[in-house]
Structures are given as structure tokens and as C-alpha cells.
């Protein structure tokens, strides 16, 4: 698991966020803060390059998020800022 930043002109910053394209099987997204915690509004996509992502825009702040597979699976991305009960945290 990887989490990509790249800033942007302004207070913007592009958070790509990058799983193997197997691990877990499925369709899996990306469920936040900054997404109303809505499952299926960014999902992952596969690549050539044998990874899924995905990059949101991001303003300052605190952002909370997790990933949902299929099944109704739940995970983490151990290189966020922080991780704890609440999920991953991205401190921008």
C-alpha cells in the first residue's frame, strides 16, 4: 500500500492512493472524510504497472479515510500519517 502527495498551485494537494491490483480481490474504494463517506465515489483502478488507484484533490487539514472491498471488507493503509480505531489519517 502507498499514498502519493504531490502539491498543487495554492492550498490543493493530489493524493494518489495505490494498492496491488490482486490484494484484496475485488473492487475496493476509497471511503472518507473528504467523500462523505460515501462506498463507490472513488474507486481504485487498475494500471498497467499491476497496481489500482486513485487521486483526489485535497484541501489543509485533518482527512480521515479507509478502503472498502468487496464483501464489505474494511482496511487500513498502514503509510497514512496516523492509524488507529477511526482509520488512517492524512495530516495535509
Known sequence: MMIKRNRLFGTQTR????????????????VGSFNGWQPGQHVL?????????????????PHRFRYLATGGLW??????????????????
Open 15 to 30: 493524493i494518489t492512493f495505490c494498492l496491488p491490483r490482486d490484494t484484496p480481490p475485488g473492487t475496493v474504494s476509497v
Open 75 to 92: 482496511f487500513d493503509d498502514e503509510s497514512a500519517d496516523q492509524v488507529d480505531e477511526q482509520g488512517g489519517l492524512l495530516v495535509l
Open 45 to 61: 483502478v487498475a494500471r498497467r504497472d499491476g497496481t489500482r488507484t486513485v487521486t483526489v484533490r485535497l484541501g489543509p487539514g
